[in-house]
């Protein structure tokens, strides 16, 4: 009988910490979320032009949610509009590295040059939410000279 009450205090651990993952994760962007939110930034551009839509990506609240913002770069590497810190804005960060050393914003040129839309995988970058450092991953759609993107964490 101890057997079974061990098993099943097991089990309900087991499922409990499935139930907490799911939890934790809630409140994470997903990636439909954050392709959708670049579709509507690029969108937003093109209705009101770059400067009035800049100024909403980076002080503005309709284009944040949760752990997702929107951040624009020239493809020279010169910040935008910035939706989690504004005090990038206007900076140079081309050689901007992750805590491993990736040179990020070159990773998101390089990209946007190339392909013109897609994923940038792979690196670390400070969670808004949760002040850690986490894995991330990017989207980004090129809009002339330009790049509009929006990242998911990874926790």
Request: glycine fraction near 10%; aromatic fraction near 10%.
């Amino acid at each position: 009988m101890k057997r079974f009450t061990f098993l099943k205090f097991i089990l309900s651990a087991a499922v409990l910490s499935f139930t907490m993952a799911g939890t934790a994760h809630a409140d994470q962007g997903t990636a439909a979320e954050a392709e959708a939110m670049v579709k509507k930034a690029v969108a937003y551009i093109k209705a009101n032009g770059p400067e009035k839509a800049y100024e909403e990506f980076t002080n503005g609240k309709s284009f944040k949610d949760r752990d997702l913002y929107i951040i624009v770069y020239d493809l020279k590497g010169k910040n935008l509009a910035q939706g989690a810190n504004p005090k990038l804005v206007g900076k140079d960060l081309i050689g901007l590295k992750d805590p491993d050393g990736k040179p990020l914003i070159q990773m998101f040129v390089d990209l946007a040059k190339t392909k013109g839309k897609g994923w940038v995988e792979g690196y670390k970058f400070l969670n808004p939410m949760t002040q850690k450092i986490e894995g991330k991953a990017m989207y980004l759609e090129r809009l002339g000279d330009t790049f509009v993107g929006c990242g998911i964490y990874k926790g």
